[in-house]
T-cell receptor, first 112, second 114 residues
Framework: DGGITQSPKYLFRKEGQNVTLSCEQN?????MYWYRQDPGQGLRLIYY???????QKGDIAEGYSVSREKKESFPLTVTSAQKNPTAFYLC???????????FGDGTRLSIL | AQSVAQPEDQVNVAEGNPLTVKCTYS??????LFWYVQYPNRGLQFLLK??????LVKGSYGFEAEFNKSQTSFHLKKPSALVSDSALYFC????????????FGKGNQVVVIP
């Protein structure tokens, strides 16, 4: 089945540590997105990419980094500079145009 | 910049009664509008979209939404709610330029009471 796979489902970060969240899609979608979800705040865009080897900052990019070396993969690194990383992280993808975004099942990140 | 307002934090409705979840938007030009549903610890699932054409859009699981340009609204409706409709609902908007960025509302928790 085509879809978006996020891993791991749960992740714990120690103080001063960088962690990387995986997002892989086999939908042949051009664009990929990372969102952060906090209770009562909806989804906030961290980074997005519309083409391989190119990406743009979203509304809350500070403390995060991404890469887009392959069309199907868009990993997110939560760096030690992100002082409040505890949240539910969602990856999405879509074809360019007016189609809806498809979402993975998320990674829940917590601080140890 | 585009934005969405979902004014109610929680909507309670009795099973079998009509369900309405409200959404108003702000965007320059004509919008693309979307509704998504989220169950606990899951990603968002697409319900329906408005791109152009008929103002009444029908989607998955018996949901529909009405686009009202003069009121800049896109309310989600279901004629008869089920207990299984209890979930978090998000409205989203994007403009028609090339950046493909969505702006999401903060979400509405729907509770269907048996």
């Amino acid at each position: 089945d085509g879809g978006i796979t996020q891993s791991p489902k749960y992740l714990f970060r120690k103080e001063g540590q960088n962690v990387t969240l995986s997002c892989e899609q086999n939908l042949n979608h051009d664009a990929m997105y990372w969102y952060r979800q906090d209770p009562g705040q909806g989804l906030r865009l961290i980074y997005y990419s519309q083409i391989v080897n190119d990406f743009q900052k979203g509304d809350i990019a500070e403390g995060y980094s991404v890469s887009r070396e392959k069309k199907e993969s868009f990993p997110l690194t939560v760096t030690s500079a992100q002082k409040n990383p505890t949240a539910f992280y969602l990856c999405a993808s879509t074809v360019l145009g007016n189609q809806p975004q498809h979402f993975g099942d998320g990674t829940r990140l917590s601080i140890l | 910049a585009q934005s969405v307002a979902q004014p109610e934090d929680q909507v309670n409705v009795a099973e079998g009664n009509p369900l309405t979840v409200k959404c108003t938007y702000s965007v320059s030009g004509n919008p693309y509008l979307f509704w998504y549903v989220q169950y606990p610890n899951r990603g968002l699932q697409f319900l329906l979209k408005y791109i152009t054409g008929d103002n009444l859009v029908k989607g998955s699981y018996g949901f529909e939404a009405e686009f009202n340009k003069s009121q800049t609204s896109f309310h989600l409706k279901k004629p008869s709610a089920l207990v299984s409709d209890s979930a978090l609902y998000f409205c989203a908007v994007r403009d028609r330029d090339g950046n493909n960025r969505l702006a999401f509302g903060k979400g509405n928790q729907v509770v269907v009471i048996p």
